[in-house]
């Protein structure tokens, strides 16, 4: 029986990149919608769990993205409110890649720190925290117990994000203000990790700001896009130490994010009631890390 997936996308023009790596993944067949309301959800959904039998339904699934990880969330939320007794098929939120490209930031990170993947108490600083991918990987840290800071270039938006995180993860996470690079040394005083999170083409961490910081073990950047958005860290940079921090660049996260992107998607095929959403796409990516390569 052919996999059939159903791209449901807030944004206007439904990501061609999901739509990629969803036929990478494992779909046979991609149907994607763009546009998305939650009024729209129920009756797509309907779609689809009522026109194959329930044993068949794992070949059916639902993938939720779009540039709003918020309208994201609620595409979620309506999805499964559509879904009754054995009608369901399985489901993944990656608004914007937020997830998995959050999970394999984050899962290098902790792997690299010091402590052995325990980074309870760590501070662990977010720069540029407010887009889908920063909000996510506090949401991963906080969970794991770390004290989270996230930076933004406004006081409101800082603390939106901030109880947008702590609403959906819990956890201990505070807001700082961080208008431009030149205050970025300032925002890395106590972090033991940092992690810029900011947009494409924008450095936001200079050189001097990390380099031979004590107490900093790992600083990660997930821009790809020159300028990067740490100075001094290149793209393919996946652990080495710099400046006596350990270092890791766009491209060795996007690695590993595209590898636990195609994964989850294979995995939404195995059964018909799998939510992958950050924690659950995080176990999937430890899965991955603890099969020999
Ligand atoms: N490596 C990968 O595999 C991969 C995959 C997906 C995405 N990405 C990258 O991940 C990064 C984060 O993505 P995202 O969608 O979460 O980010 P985003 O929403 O585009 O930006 C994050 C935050 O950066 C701040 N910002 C925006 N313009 C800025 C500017 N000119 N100067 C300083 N700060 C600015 C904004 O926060 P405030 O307004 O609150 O300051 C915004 O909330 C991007 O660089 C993206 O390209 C990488």
Redesign the pocket.
Known sequence: MRKLLLQLDSSRLPSVFDRVVAYDGAADEVMSYGGIAEADVRDLIHGCIFTRGPKDLKHTAVFIGG?D?TAGERLLAAAKQAFFGPFTVSVMLDS???N??AV??VAKMVQAAGGGGDVRGKHVLIV?????????AAGLFAKAGAEVVI????AD??ER?RDLVLKRFGGRVRAIT?R?ASEAARACEHAALLL???????M?VPQQAWANRPGLEVVA?????PPL?VDGVDVMDDGVVKHGVRCFG??A???L??KVHKACIARLFERNDLVLDAETIADVARELSAKPQ
Request: aromatic letters at 0%.
């Open positions: 540039a990880m914007n890649g937020s998995t490209t394999a930031a540029a925290g407010t887009g889908p991918v920063g909000v996510r930076t933004s270039r406004k938006a800082g994000a961080l431009d810029n999170a900011g947009p494409a083409g924008v936001l950047d997930v821009n790809a896009v958005g766009a491209l996260i996007g690695n994010k595209m």
